[in-house]
């Protein structure tokens, strides 16, 4: 089966409502690696379109798949990754999954843009357990750290 078709599944499986731009959006993300920028997509999506798309459709249908578990929403680099779960089905393997998409480390790499996601359950309990010794309220629980890739090295 599919990324895309395992992704619709999922959807439908929960009762979420996918419209055809929302599976169009899902379609061009499923294209790009690393950092999804809102105007890639934007841009994809007008090439196809008869009509003039506008920004906040491309943001929506985007924050959309974020709110659903398919993309993250990174503000620091102002954009979305896909989840590495999203690229394959986790129903048997992957236990915390759900905890996984709102905890992650997330390596992005500033000369080519590669994305990588690391799931340091140990690391992360650790960090999240400090930050709650504090009596800190966390926002949103990624750590985006950037660098420069192997490859780019």
């Not at 499923?30 to 105007?39: C, E, M, N, R, S």
């Not at 003039?52 to 249908?61: H, I, Q």
């Not at 690229?87 to 709102?102: K, L, T, V």
């Amino acid at each position: 089966m599919s990324v895309k078709q395992n992704i619709l599944d999922n959807a439908h499986s929960k009762g979420i409502q996918i419209t055809p731009l929302r599976e169009q959006v899902l379609d061009i993300v499923l294209q790009l690696d690393g950092v999804i920028k809102a105007y890639t997509v934007l841009a994809q999506m007008q090439r196809v379109s008869d009509n003039v798309v506008a920004p906040p459709t491309a943001y929506r249908a985007l924050d959309f798949w974020a709110e659903h578990g398919v993309l993250h929403k990174i503000p620091a680099v102002n954009g979305y990754i896909l989840c590495s779960h999203a690229r394959h089905d986790c129903g048997g393997h992957c236990e915390h999954a759900s905890d996984h998409h709102n905890s992650s480390f997330i390596l992005v790499c500033t000369e080519c843009g590669t994305v990588d996601e690391q799931s340091l359950n140990q690391e992360w309990a650790a960090l999240h357990d400090a930050v709650k010794r504090s009596g800190f309220a966390l926002n949103e629980e990624h750590v985006v750290l950037t660098g420069i890739c192997a490859k780019c090295q």
